[in-house]
C-alpha cells in the first residue's frame, strides 16, 4: 500500500481554503441597496386594488373588464385606472397576453392621533411611527375621525398613496330641526351629528339615537346599531 505523503495529506484542506477564499472575491461586504424587483404579469391577471406601473407613473386597478376574442391573443383587457399621485382616472386596453409591470402597494394598519393643519397624523402601533395625511385623502371620513379609529394606510415605497375608509360610519345625533317635506313625498328633517356634520334623517329619528351615514353620497343610510 501506497503511502500518502505529507503534501497529499494537506492537499484537501488547502483546496478548500482555496475555495472559500475564491467564493469571497468581488463581494462587497460595506452596506448594500435591495434590488428593485420587477413582477410582470399578463394583463389578464390584473385584478380590483392591484397597482402597475405604465409610462413611468404608477396606477391602482379600479376595474378589469376582460373580452375574450375568437382566437389566441385576440381578446382585450378593459381597465379603469387612477394616477397614485394625481388620483386622476383614466381608461386604458391591453391586449390579454401583453405583460404589465406591478408593483407592491403595502397596506399598515394605523391609529389615528390628531390634526395639524389639513393634515391626519396616524401612529403605527407596532413600531410607533407617525405618519400625517393629507386630508383630501380621507374625503369625507376625516369628519368623522376618534381617537384611536384604526385605518388601512397604503404605502408605495415610504410614501402614502392611499387609506382604505368604510363607505358607511356611524354617529351620534345631537340635534335636529324641523321637519321639512321634499317633493318624493317623505317626511326628513335636519339633523346636526355629534361631529357637528349635518344631514337630513327621518322623522322617527331622536336627538341622542345614532345614524348611518354613507360617506359616497353623505346621505343617511338607516339607524346605528350602538
Known amino acids: 500500500r501506497r503511502a500518502t505523503s505529507k503534501a497529499e495529506r494537506s492537499a484537501p484542506h488547502e483546496r478548500s481554503s482555496d475555495a ?3 467564493a469571497t472575491i468581488g463581494v462587497n461586504r460595506g452596506p448594500t441597496r435591495p434590488a428593485r424587483r420587477f413582477v410582470m404579469v399578463m394583463a389578464s391577471e390584473l385584478r380590483p386594488g392591484s397597482a402597475v406601473r405604465l409610462d413611468t407613473r404608477c396606477w391602482r386597478v379600479l376595474s378589469v373588464d376582460v373580452h375574450g376574442g375568437a382566437g389566441r ?15 386622476a382616472e ?11 409591470e406591478e408593483v407592491e ?17 396616524f401612529m403605527d402601533r407596532e413600531t410607533f411611527e407617525q405618519v400625517p395625511i393629507d386630508g383630501a385623502m380621507l374625503g369625507a371620513y376625516r369628519e368623522f375621525l376618534d381617537a384611536d379609529v384604526e ?11 392611499g387609506c382604505r375608509v368604510p363607505e358607511i360610519v356611524e354617529a351620534r345625533v345631537k340635534e335636529t330641526a324641523a321637519v321639512q317635506h321634499s317633493h318624493e313625498s317623505h317626511v326628513w328633517k335636519e339633523a346636526v351629528l355629534e361631529n357637528g356634520v ?9 336627538p341622542g339615537e345614532v345614524v348611518r351615514v354613507d360617506l359616497r353620497s353623505m346621505r343617511y343610510h338607516d339607524r346605528g346599531r350602538k
Open 20 to 22: 472559500r477564499a475564491a
Open 90 to 100: 383614466t381608461d386604458r386596453r391591453f391586449r390579454l397576453d401583453e405583460r404589465v
Open 105 to 121: 402597494v403595502r397596506v399598515r394598519r394605523m391609529s389615528y392621533l390628531c390634526r395639524e393643519d389639513d393634515a391626519c397624523v
Open 198 to 206: 349635518k344631514v337630513n334623517v327621518p322623522l322617527f329619528v331622536a
Open 151 to 161: 385605518v388601512d394606510v397604503e404605502f408605495l415605497g415610504e410614501r402614502v398613496v
Open 73 to 87: 391573443g385576440k381578446g382585450s383587457v378593459h381597465a379603469r385606472l387612477e394616477d397614485l399621485d394625481s388620483h
